[in-house]
């Protein structure tokens, strides 16, 4: 099972543009974090938001959290073509054996 | 320069063979990680290991099987068990359950 599921599946924006992301989640988590994806590459972590924290920013990017939706945003300001890729949202489940699970993904296509 | 390391890029197999794919890391990282990627389906969580000599099955466990016999290295056997096992396979390393993920480059696997 997937405890990540991230909307829309698919996001086009034109450069310049702002692109905001969604992540919701089912179980309690000790922090979720937000990964990066080009074709056929490895992920890129990008940020990682406690489970007592609400908001955190690392330079374009914004991540919110609201652990009692269940669900977190990540807004890319001001967007590039390079920001072009796969992004996933993936939660450290609490627990004794915490693992991390990622969800499907979204894709981002950013217009020159 | 430290990092995470998966070998070979590209894997072709033959039906009815066993496999293994190889994945370090010189990151001093306690817990490793084996997903499968398929289109659309996101990252699915084959096993992990929070630490040496110990590991979990994940949610697709089943037709795979590793071993964690030092920090550095968590190889991947696919066995003739897995049905379906071409995929684009990830490996990746946090602090257990502290911090982001590193992510290997990735192995293709085809069977031929």
């Known amino acids: 099972s997937q405890q990540g599921e991230e909307d829309p599946q698919a996001l086009s924006i034109q450069e310049g543009e702002n692109a905001t992301m969604n992540c919701s989640y089912k179980t309690s988590i000790n922090n979720l974090q937000w990964y990066r994806q080009n074709s056929g590459r490895g992920l890129v972590h990008l940020i990682l938001i406690r489970s007592n924290e609400r908001e955190k920013h690392s330079g374009r990017l914004r991540v919110t959290l609201d652990t009692s939706k269940k669900s977190s945003s990540l807004l890319i300001t001001a967007s590039r073509a390079a920001d072009t890729a796969s992004y996933f949202c993936?939660?450290?489940?609490?627990?004794?054996?915490?693992?991390?699970?990622f969800g499907k993904g979204i894709t981002l296509s950013v217009r020159p | 320069d430290g990092g995470i390391t998966q070998s070979p890029k590209y894997l072709f197999r033959k039906e009815g063979q066993n496999v293994t794919l190889s994945c370090e890391q010189n990151l001093n990282h306690d817990a490793m990680y084996w997903y499968r990627q398929d289109p659309g389906q996101g990252l699915r969580l084959i096993y992990y290991s929070q630490i040496v000599n110990d590991f979990q099955k994940g949610d697709i466990a089943e037709g795979y099987s590793v071993s964690r016999e030092k920090k550095e290295s968590f190889p991947l056997t696919v066995t003739s068990a897995q049905k379906n096992p071409t995929a684009f396979y990830l490996c990746a390393s946090n602090r257990g359950g502290v911090g982001g993920a590193f992510f290997g480059q990735g192995t293709r696997l085809t069977v031929v």
């Open positions: 993936a939660t450290d489940a609490t627990g004794a054996n915490s693992k991390l699970t």
